[in-house]
Nanobody, 117 residues
Framework: QVQLVESGGGLVQPGGSLRLSCAAS????????MGWYRQAPGSQRELVAT???????NYADSVKGRFTISRDNTKNTVYLQMSSLKAEDTAVYFC???????????WGQGTQVTVSS
């Protein structure tokens, strides 16, 4: 089992920035992929960004150039730096982790990000 705890969500004005954090209960070195997904009301959950333990990243086209994912395996934590936020970035953001071997998926409880003036 892996517990994931997100933090850093909130209300921000368009054009502003936020940094999300997600702390895992297992060593980051044992987690193959860590990343972020989001779900807006009435929409399906979608990928935002992921990073492998080797540092390979993958971003949704809608956030490229604005969001940056990073992880600190020594702190078992993955981050999402969000800049130039838009109203359409409003969603619940979920942390995700995939283990090595069985490729088990784990999810955090989600943190709300609201972009509004």
């Amino acid at each position: 089992q892996v517990q994931l705890v997100e933090s850093g969500g909130g209300l921000v004005q368009p054009g502003g920035s936020l940094r999300l954090s997600c702390a895992a209960s297992r060593s980051g070195f044992s987690l193959h992929i860590m990343g972020w997904y989001r779900q807006a009301p009435g929409s399906q959950r979608e990928l935002v960004a992921t990073m492998t333990s080797f540092g390979r990243t993958n971003y949704a086209d809608s956030v490229k150039g604005r969001f940056t994912i990073s992880r600190d395996n020594t702190k078992n934590t993955v981050y999402l730096q969000m800049s130039s936020l838009k109203a359409e970035d409003t969603a619940v953001y979920f942390c995700n982790a995939v283990t090595y071997g069985n490729l088990e998926n784990y999810w955090g409880q989600g943190t709300q990000v609201t972009v509004s003036s």
